[in-house]
């Protein structure tokens, strides 16, 4: 029979059974066990008033014969009345082992009063003694403890409820309260049912609704979810767990947990009888794995791990060999010794959905449960000791977890994303800003040889002057003529100038938007080739067509923007219009020009001086258009720069956007009454930044004067990563890095240009940081135990899809007054939502978190008592109500109950047990 521990069952212990004295109904034995396993009930409260027929021992048998656990359920009237006169019911309910030779003797001595005779309750026969008979709760009491009988441990007192505080006298109703175990209800009415729970929970005590059934019918209609192995120790369990192994609803609890996300069973399959080939069971709430010193506990656990992690190479399955300084296996079961393959091994893990994987089947397969969390021994710890040297371990961490959830991976990877296309820009941006810059130079020193603006005006005024005096002869309206047609002329060259001049610019302009278009071409069918989906690969290839008109409307661009042979503009374009247009006005007013100029004595001079004008008026023009342009320059250059830093306070600005994504996240598990608070901030890594300036520059040459935000010295206590900072002072520091760079007052080493050391100034060192605090203490500044009990909780609370945590030993990470009383909390309440195992020597863990399935494991030859189980590595399961005393086996794993080996091997298992169970006798 398959064992898995402790699991929700239905229970109805109270149902009449055919053969009850008062209110019978007829069916045979075989039509009420037929509606008992059409109900699904698997543990029955066999019942009838006063006594026993005979024929219930032989129902009893035939019922457990089909695996229906059976107890057997005295009702008993008492001589106390309620405050509605009425009499107040109770059940002893006895162990389904008890044998009824003890029934029997307990029936003959215990007296009842008939209407004031007394008889004992095995000599009751009428229907007067049955509905007349009463019972003296202390005279039962000491009935049922009277060593002779020999009851004692092997019954349950249950007090049927009509509702909270119903009895008359306080002092009966508080002795009543004091002494029984349970509480019995059976009202159609659920407000009743949970006012009641909630009422008797106050004093510890269990409320169970059962159907009362008198008939087939009502058999089953109402019953209690019982978490518990079948059988009276499991009963037991609900007097000690009163709230969380008893469920008062319709469908099972926890029915909400996926069989996809839960270990069912494993199995393992080696030579030499390594490991036991039966399968070891898991239960789907809390699993604890207990044994002595090498046992195979971890090898379950870890096993468990590497057969169904996401990535089989995390370093969370690995340790560093010291001598051969590589990463290894924690274990290497695939080996009987060094060298030696163990070509029969294997291990496979089934779940409860169906599907099962096994470990040597991972290198071509994907896991069929990656959301596994595993947490070695002594893992939580060293996290911690390595957050505390670098924050930058307990970030990653903390940021994986808040990723699990798709929809915020997705938005972190968008973030990332979005940086890194920052970077690039930014990255861009600097180099348009020294091209421009460069541009710029070049312009400043090719104006200088441009020569001076008023040396030219002089020079023309001159020239202008020296062709008055020779035209003295012209008459006024000659004068005018022959200015307005000069005048003319220049103007028309300095035209033809500009035409030229803007050829040259858009043909430029031509060729660089050619090539950016050719490379986003290749892009986007590199982007298009990849995308999986046809409907969507379709949709944004037409989409996207306008990249491709755009690259084929630069080759008709080209055309136009293009000379001949001969170096004149294609006909047909507008700058062959256009110089076409001006030679024609040209020659004209060369032609109107002409009877002027022969008025001239010395023609030649004038026609020197003409040119000297038309020329220094052309170099005006030029160095004026010049002087324009390197003003643009200036702009640009400064525009550019100011797009530089715009860029930088993007990426700042992107990390506060993600934080402000991700705080639906953590706000759920920061309004958790158990409250672990994760507070997000922008921090800059300093030290980064710090060892990149030092690698940058000469040291003997630098100073940090007008950036010490940035930057400080050593013996001026330089700031830590983790610091609050202020992006506009950062901001400051920057704008007189930049300013220093770029003038040259710092001057890059190592085969840097300024162009290179800006780049690396402004390389990102933000970064998203997630500090966290419990109680209002940093995680920092706990103990290594408080810390690492934080970071427990963190993972588990923080893991989005709910499947299994292996935990290794945690007692070795959490300080004791942690596991006494937190991690026990923590657990019972996590073990609702996910499967958890765990291996442990704390018997705190084992008995107070009421874990429901003990897994034991031994390791032949590594114990004082020798086994004779075949298997090298063996193990056994059960639930922690499992109980039996040493049988004399000599396999020792078979020898005793699972309380008994957790009394045997957990240290303090015997006293975890006797603070829990007021009632047992553990001797």
């Known amino acids: 029979m398959v064992n898995r521990g402790s699991e929700w069952r239905k229970w109805d212990l109270h149902v009449h059974s055919p053969y009850t004295f008062l209110n019978k109904y007829s069916s045979t034995d075989e039509e009420f066990i037929s509606k008992v396993k059409a109900k699904n009930i698997s543990c029955l409260g066999l019942t009838n008033y006063f006594k026993f027929d005979t024929r219930e021992y032989e129902l009893k048998k035939k019922l457990e014969d089909e695996d229906i656990i059976t107890f057997l359920n005295l009702e008993l009237r008492l001589d106390y009345q309620n405050k509605d006169d009425e009499c107040l019911d109770l059940h002893i309910i006895f162990s389904n082992k008890v044998c009824n030779e003890k029934i029997d003797r307990f029936l003959n001595n215990m007296t009842v009063n008939v209407q004031g005779v007394d008889k004992k309750l095995a000599d009751l026969n009428s229907l007067n003694d049955f509905k007349k008979a009463v019972i003296n709760f202390d005279s039962l009491l000491e009935c049922l403890k009277t060593e002779s009988i020999g009851l004692n441990g092997e019954f349950l007192i249950g007090f049927l409820s009509r509702g909270k505080g119903n009895a008359r006298s306080s002092t009966n109703y508080e002795k009543i309260t004091r002494n029984i175990d349970l509480l019995i209800h059976s009202t159609n009415n659920p407000k009743n049912v949970y006012e009641d729970r909630e009422f008797w929970l106050e004093y510890k005590k269990p409320v169970l609704q059962n159907s009362d ?15 518990a192995h079948k059988s009276f120790e499991g009963l037991k369990q609900i007097t000690y767990e009163p709230e969380e192994r008893v469920k008062i609803q319709t469908e099972m609890p926890e029915s909400e947990k996926l069989d996809q996300l839960m270990i069912e069973k494993v199995t ?14 898991f239960n789907k709430n809390l699993n604890v794995i207990i044994g002595g010193k090498s046992s195979g506990k971890s090898i379950l656990l870890y096993e468990i791990a590497k057969t169904l992690y996401a990535n089989t190479e995390d370093k969370v399955l690995k340790y560093r060999d010291i001598e051969s300084n590589t990463e290894k296996d924690l274990y290497e079961l695939e080996y009987l010794k060094e060298g030696q393959k163990d070509n029969d091994y294997s291990f496979c893990v089934h779940l409860y959905s169906g599907s099962s994987q096994k470990k040597d089947d991972r290198e071509e397969n994907s896991s069929i449960l990656s959301s596994i969390k595993y947490i070695p021994q002594n893992h939580l710890s060293n996290l911690v000791d390595k957050s505390r040297k670098n924050g930058a371990t307990l970030k990653k961490i903390i940021r994986n977890l808040i990723l699990e959830e798709p929809r915020f991976k ?22 348009y800003y020294f091209t421009l810059k460069d541009n710029l130079d070049s312009k400043e020193k090719e104006l200088l040889g441009k020569g001076d603006t008023k040396a030219l005006k002089e020079g023309i005024f001159h020239n202008k002057k020296k062709i008055e005096e020779l035209n003295k002869d012209f008459t006024a309206e000659e004068q005018a003529k022959y200015t307005e047609l000069t005048e003319k002329l220049s103007l028309l060259k300095i035209k033809e100038n500009q035409i030229n001049s803007d050829f040259e610019k858009l043909r430029n302009f031509q060729i660089e938007l050619k090539r950016f278009l050719e490379e986003y071409s290749n892009k986007k069918r590199i982007t298009i080739d990849t995308l999986q989906n046809d409907k969507i690969k379709d949709e944004y290839q037409s989409k996207l067509a306008f990249i491709d008109e755009a690259l084929s409307s630069t080759s008709e661009l080209a055309k136009e923007l293009s000379k001949g042979e001969d170096e004149k503009y294609i006909q047909g374009s507008v700058f062959a ?18 009877p002027l100029n022969a008025k001239f004595d010395n023609q030649k001079q004038v026609a020197a001086l003409q040119k000297s004008i038309r020329e220094s008026e052309e170099k005006i023009t030029e160095i004026e258009q010049f002087l324009k342009e390197v003003e643009k320059n200036k702009k640009a250059v ?8 715009k860029d930088f306070k993007t990426n700042f600005e992107l990390y506060d956007e ?17 409250k672990v608070e994760i507070l997000p901030s922008i921090k800059y890594n300093f030290p980064k930044f710090r060892k990149l300036i030092d690698s940058l520059f000469d040291g003997r040459r630098f100073n940090n004067q007008g950036f010490e935000e940035l930057y400080q010295y050593v013996d001026k206590n330089p700031k830590s990563a983790l610091v609050d900072i202020d992006y506009i ?17 710092l001057s890059p080493k190592g085969g840097n240009n300024k162009k290179d050391a800006i780049k690396k100034v402004f390389t990102d ?23 690492s009990f934080v970071l427990l909780k963190l993972i588990i609370k923080l893991s989005k899809d709910n499947g299994p945590i292996l935990i290794d030993q945690p007692e070795d990470n959490l300080d004791n007054r942690s596991i006494s009383k937190a991690l026990v909390n923590f657990l019972k309440d996590k073990k609702k939502e996910r499967q958890i195992i765990l291996v442990t020597h704390n018997p705190n863990i084992v008995v107070n978190a009421d874990a429901e399935n003990i897994i034991v494991a031994n390791q032949k030859g590594q114990n004082d008592v020798e086994s004779t189980s075949s298997y090298t590595f063996d193990y056994i399961n059960g639930a922690l109500e499992n109980s039996f005393p040493y049988n004399g086996s000599s396999d020792l794993l078979k020898s005793m109950g699972i309380r008994e080996h957790i009394a045997e091997v957990v240290e303090g298992g015997k006293e975890a047990f006797k603070k829990r169970e007021e009632k047992y006798g553990f001797m």
């Open 658 to 674: 993600i934080i402000k994504d991700l705080q639906p996240r953590i706000t759920d598990i920061n309004s958790e009454a158990d």
């Open 213 to 227: 059934a008198h008939s087939l019918e009502t058999i089953g209609n109402k019953f209690t979810w019982i978490k």
């Open 410 to 431: 997705e938005k972190y990877d968008d973030f990332v994303e979005k940086a890194k296309a920052n970077d690039r820009i930014r990255n861009q941006d600097i180099d």
């Open 577 to 594: 219009d256009l110089i076409n247009d001006i030679s024609t006005e040209i020659k004209q007013a060369e032609k109107d020009l002409e």
């Open 268 to 281: 393992f399959t080696s030579s030499n009888d390594r490991f036991t080939p039966d399968p070891i069971y």
């Open 729 to 745: 002072e950062i901001e400051k520091s920057l704008r007189i890095l930049f300013e220093k760079i770029n003038n040259g007052d």
């Open 765 to 787: 060192f933000f970064f998203d940081h997630w500090d966290v605090k419990s109680q209002g203490d940093d995680i920092h500044k706990m103990s290594t135990g408080k810390a």
């Open 638 to 645: 400064e525009e550019q720069k100011e797009k530089i830093f």
